[in-house]
């Protein structure tokens, strides 16, 4: 039997030139990963196409060169965020354990889509598992609106960029939203008083919708799926409120759309990491200037656009969202 035998499109593989990645065609079988295309790789004849890590996608006519990858492909995918491993040690990781890893650091934002259907069922699982996240004491201040009505639609995602407006009908659009309702009204009419009208209950919310939404993609990148937030939705929050029925103490923290990716995906993108993030014992200050530079000239060449310093500076050059306080404060938010 070949080590490469059981081995399907979506998996992990690990090569004999040392490569690693997701095997996503199996010409032999017919199969391909959600996304690719078997028609598109017909003159390859025979064998099984890998998206590699180091390399892009690669040929492999005999798969008997492939096998399971264990923590293989991960310090690449380390390297390709941070320029380097930074010290990690993947050795002692359970294949299962591998592979979320991998997923995660494989994650990108997804900006285009296949116009093929999520299954509703799929959808219901990724949804579910995004309001599984934690929630700070409990107190579930984060909500999703799945947005199915096209008009609806049409206004919500109106102004959040060409890739979106445009996007195939089959891409689901969610706005995630904080909620400094439902807490709230738990009080209404009850002995016990609501105490708690100050800063520390937008806080709250938008720290769960921020949860919530990082664990939507999580999920979504799990079940192969691609997703973007898209915050730019803020930029019409009044309209959007009125689009989405947002009560007082609702508000929209972001979209997300969700879809299957289009390949090629975009690049990874790179993250100052640990050596301007990270910080042991003490905040360090002083080392974030090497830090920036050294993403800057790491970042540079990978994405083809002026350095992250410059391009943050340019972007936020321009005054954004300012009125978003007074948003807030007319859903009844206090700021103080
Ligand atoms: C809260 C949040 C809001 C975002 N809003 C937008 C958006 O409005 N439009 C967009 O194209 N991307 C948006 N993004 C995607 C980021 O641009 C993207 O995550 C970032 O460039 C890093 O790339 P990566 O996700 O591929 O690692 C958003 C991401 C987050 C977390």
């Excluded at 996304?35 to 390859?44: A, E, F, I, K, T």
């Excluded at 999580?218 to 019409?236: E, F, Q």
């Excluded at 994405?303 to 859903?331: C, D, I, M, N, V």
Aim: net charge negative.
């Amino acid at each position: 039997m070949s080590p490469a035998a059981g081995l399907a499109p979506g998996d992990w593989v690990a090569a004999d030139d040392g490569l690693t990645g997701r095997l996503v065609l199996d010409l032999d079988a017919g199969q391909a990963l959600a996304g690719w295309s078997l028609g598109d790789w017909r003159q390859l004849g025979t064998g099984v196409l890998v998206e590699t890590v180091q390399a892009g996608p690669v040929h492999y006519p005999d798969r008997a060169v492939l096998r399971p990858a264990g923590p293989e492909g991960i310090a690449e995918l380390m390297a390709l965020r941070f320029g380097s491993g930074g010290g990690i040690e993947a050795a002692g990781l359970d294949r299962a354990g591998a592979e979320a890893i991998r997923r995660l650091l494989d994650r990108r934002a997804c900006r285009r889509f296949r116009d093929e259907a999520v299954p509703e069922g799929l959808l219901r699982l990724v949804l579910g598992t995004g309001l599984a996240a934690p929630s700070k004491s409990d107190l579930q201040q984060a909500d999703i609106v799945w947005v199915r009505d096209p008009a609806i639609r049409a206004d919500v995602t109106r102004g959040c960029g060409d890739w979106l407006e445009a996007a195939p009908a089959t891409v689901e659009i969610l706005v995630i939203c904080g909620d400094g309702r439902r807490l709230a009204a738990l009080h209404a009419g009850e002995a016990e008083p609501w105490a708690n009208d100050h800063f520390d209950a937008l806080f709250n919310a938008t720290g769960d919708a921020a949860i919530l939404l990082c664990q939507l993609l999580t999920a979504a990148a799990m079940a192969g799926l691609g997703a973007c937030p898209v915050s730019v939705m803020r930029n019409r929050a009044e309209a959007i409120s009125d689009a989405l029925g947002l009560p007082d103490r609702v508000f929209p923290f972001a979209g997300l759309a969700l879809g299957w990716p289009a390949e090629p995906r975009a690049p990874i993108s790179p993250r100052l990491g640990p050596s301007g993030a990270l910080h042991v014992d003490r905040f360090d200050t002083e080392g974030q200037a090497a830090a920036i530079a050294a993403y800057d000239a790491r970042r540079g060449p990978v994405a083809q656009s002026p350095a992250w310093s410059e391009a943050k500076r340019r972007q936020y050059a321009t005054a954004q969202r300012t009125g978003w306080g007074e948003f807030l404060r007319g859903k009844g938010f206090r700021m103080d």
